[in-house]
């Protein structure tokens, strides 16, 4: 590593994720774009006003949506730490509406599928997200997704291996594939 990536590198590992992994991986042969993308993401991770549940049922979604299967690996455990019952992880995991959703659940829920599927949200998903939670944190809210978007494309295009002995929950398109 270069002097300047060995001080990003270092700076990163001393924060709350106490190592490199993912699309950091890549990030990091521009130091300055690592450094900026690791404040963001703990940003979003650890300074907003949304709670670790609501955070992950966002990124689950996205991961998801984005067929990211290191996103989904590295999430899926946060969720579970977060508290999100196996049958809401296993319902994003199919694309179908996860049962017993409370209402800030399914708020956040319905707020990112439809960001996913259709690059905005109806007016009526906006409102809701907003009544139950506020404009800083509706903003917040699509920061989130729209980074955790940016993470599932880097880690696809530049293929960021699962950990060892780790099978991905679902399969990813190869790149031969995606050309036609």
């Known amino acids: 590593m270069s002097p300047e990536q060995c001080v990003v590198h270092d700076r990163i590992v001393s924060g709350p994720r106490g190592r490199i992994q993912g699309p950091l991986r890549a990030a ?42 290191f996103e989904w690996y590295a999430h899926r455990a946060e969720a579970e730490k977060a508290g999100i019952e196996q049958p809401v992880i296993e319902a994003i995991l199919t694309g179908s509406e996860p049962p017993g959703l ?37 903003v917040e809210l699509t920061a989130l997704i729209g980074y955790y978007t940016m993470v599932a494309m880097t880690l696809n295009c530049h293929e960021i291996p699962l950990p060892e002995g780790v099978a991905p929950a679902f399969a990813l398109p190869q790149h031969a594939e995606l050309a036609s």
């Open 102 to 138: 409370s209402a800030d659940d399914a708020a956040v829920y319905r707020y990112a599928v439809e960001l996913n599927r259709h690059n905005s949200v109806s007016d009526a998903t906006y409102a809701v997200a907003l009544a139950r939670f506020g404009a800083r944190t509706v």
């Open 28 to 69: 990091l042969h521009n130091p300055e774009l690592a450094d900026k993308w690791q404040a963001l993401g703990a940003l979003l991770r650890y300074g907003t006003t949304l709670p670790p549940r609501l955070s992950e049922i966002a990124i689950l979604v996205t991961g998801r949506a984005c067929n990211s299967p």
